[in-house]
């Protein structure tokens, strides 16, 4: 490949400072290795708040040093880069080893946050893959991410893509891109699986007391599962796992690719692939186009994470040392996600408190919603305005059955008569958000980005950090999604 410049024997010192403590773990989880630069590097899009997040001079991003160390160009100075090996059950099969195909982790920094270069060349785990990802996926992840923050919802941040003309093939050719991203852990359900595959209970433990040590050190003083550290670690993950499960469902957010490499062990959303927040409430809608037997379908989501709960729990199960142990910490998942369910339902509807009822009216809602096919997003924020100007005629357009619509209405509004009309409007325009990625925003974005235009990226990312604000002058952001967008295909493509 024809570099235009070679920076890779200089180091860039962006004044962060690092730990590196997974690569403390020592060799049997990483390979170490340096990125392979990409030719003619320029800055696609950036995140001045992640860059204050991690103690990163916003300045930097727009300076060249900073868009050569993000791109995989150069060094950074401090860092230690590697790529993680890990396994997993893919669509519900073993698929053995898998790893970092084509992320490299650059350290933790000294305030606790690990820096991957996603897309930044091949690794030893690469397998049949190129190591590279392409511009349209990249600007996916780096929005979502940010969005998927502005929501309040646990995920991993995207500090910056950058861009190359290095074509990368995929259905066709397109170009490659990187983005930086940050979590506290990349670890995932799969680094434990690994291990516990192979036998290796030494590694399988200092995986464990990492991630306790470091994320859960509550578990070391558990009164439960008769002081058993490694039960409490199960519980811990399964009850963030379901908080989260909970948040996607009420926001109507549809993953993808739920694999067990792909789950979080803090309970963060991480791999932005073929997601979509959807537009009509369709329960058993699949947004990859690639889940031909619909196992990733929105409201499988819950029980596909107990699922895979369940595979982390036998992968720990030589440390817990007791099946039964081990059950009743994954118990702890039925009980929270219901319950945290109800409570974002709850809050979406302004009830404050809870009620008998409650269930039901939310049951009821969601089924007229599937039968009518109701964009989901604009169906709570015209709820939100109604509850607080009493005009409730906007939502009524949305019901082809409007007898059934009036008639949810009536108990609704029974409910509602315990509530400040203007609290519960408060409420709810806190929580139902008025934008969300939709993935006809996504594409318009890439379409521009493509043609090296980065001002709808920039605007659609404005309006997601602060999704909850009324951003006068972007309505057609909050629009109903144009004919076209049902035939955009999202598939593991990336
Ligand atoms: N283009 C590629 N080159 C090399 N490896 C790849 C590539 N695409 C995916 N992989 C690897 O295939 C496996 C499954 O891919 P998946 O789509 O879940 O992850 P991903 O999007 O690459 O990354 P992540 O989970 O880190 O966000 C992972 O091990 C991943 O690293
Ligand atoms: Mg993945």
């Not at 890779?8 to 403390?24: I, V, Y």
């Not at 091949?122 to 991410?145: K, N, Q």
């Not at 009830?351 to 096919?373: R, S, V």
Request: glycine share 8%; net charge negative.
């Amino acid at each position: 490949m024809n570099l235009s410049a070679d920076h890779s024997e200089t180091a860039a010192d962006l004044g962060l400072a690092w730990n590196h403590r997974f690569a403390d773990l020592g060799p049997a989880f990483y390979t170490e290795l340096r990125p392979t630069p990409l030719p003619a590097p320029h800055w696609v899009g950036t995140s001045p708040d992640v860059a204050r997040l991690i103690g990163l001079d916003p300045s930097w991003l727009g300076r060249d040093e900073a868009l050569q160390a993000f791109t995989g160009n150069t060094l950074l100075a401090g860092s230690r880069p590697l790529a993680s090996v890990y396994s997993g059950h893919q669509f519900g099969v073993w698929a053995g080893q898998l790893g970092d195909g084509r992320a490299i982790l650059l350290g933790e920094t000294a305030n606790g946050h690990e820096i991957q270069l996603k897309g930044a060349g091949r690794t030893p785990y690469s397998r049949m893959g190129d190591g590279r990802a392409v511009l349209r996926s990249s600007i996916r992840e780096f929005l979502c991410s940010e969005a998927m923050h502005g929501l309040g919802i646990p995920t991993s941040r995207a500090l910056c893509i950058t861009g190359s003309p290095a074509p990368v093939r995929r259905e066709e050719i397109e170009t490659a891109a990187v983005v930086t991203r940050v979590a506290p852990s990349f670890v995932r359900f799969g680094h434990f699986e690994h291990f516990a595959a192979n036998g290796q209970e030494a590694p399988l433990q200092a995986l464990a007391d990492y991630v306790i040590d470091r994320y859960y050190p509550e578990c070391r003083g558990t009164t439960e599962f008769s002081g058993n550290a490694y039960a409490a670690l199960l519980q811990a993950v399964s009850e963030r796992t379901a908080r989260l499960m909970a948040q996607w469902q009420a926001v109507g957010f549809c993953h993808g690719v739920m694999n067990t490499d792909n789950m979080s062990i803090l309970g963060l959303t991480i791999d932005y692939g073929p997601f979509q927040f959807m537009d009509a409430f369709v329960p058993g809608h699949v947004c990859n186009h690639s889940d031909t037997q619909g196992r990733y379908a929105y409201n499988r989501q819950p029980n596909v994470a107990y699922w895979n709960l369940f595979c982390l729990a036998q992968a720990l199960l030589p440390l817990i040392g007791d099946e039964e142990l081990a059950k009743a910490a994954l118990e702890s998942y039925k009980a929270v996600f219901p319950q945290e369910f109800m409570a974002r339902m709850r809050a979406k509807l302004g009830l404050t408190a809870e009620h008998e009822q409650d269930a039901t009216l939310i049951d009821g809602i969601l089924l007229l919603l599937a039968k009518n096919g109701v964009d989901y997003t604009i169906f709570w924020r015209r709820l939100s305005h109604a509850v607080g100007n009493g005009d409730f005629e906007p939502v009524r357009d949305l019901f082809a059955d409007r007898a059934a619509w009036d008639a949810w209405l009536l108990s609704y509004s029974e409910l509602q008569r315990h509530y400040g009309r203007s609290e519960a409007a408060n409420l709810m325009l806190k929580t139902n958000p008025k934008f969300v990625l939709r993935n006809h925003l996504g594409e318009q974005a890439i379409r521009a980005a493509k043609l090296g235009d980065f001002s709808e990226l920039q605007t659609l990312q404005r309006l997601l950090e602060r999704p909850f604000d009324e951003h006068p002058g972007h309505d057609a952001y909050a629009a109903f999604p144009p004919d076209w967008a049902s035939s955009i295909e999202i598939s593991c493509s990336s």
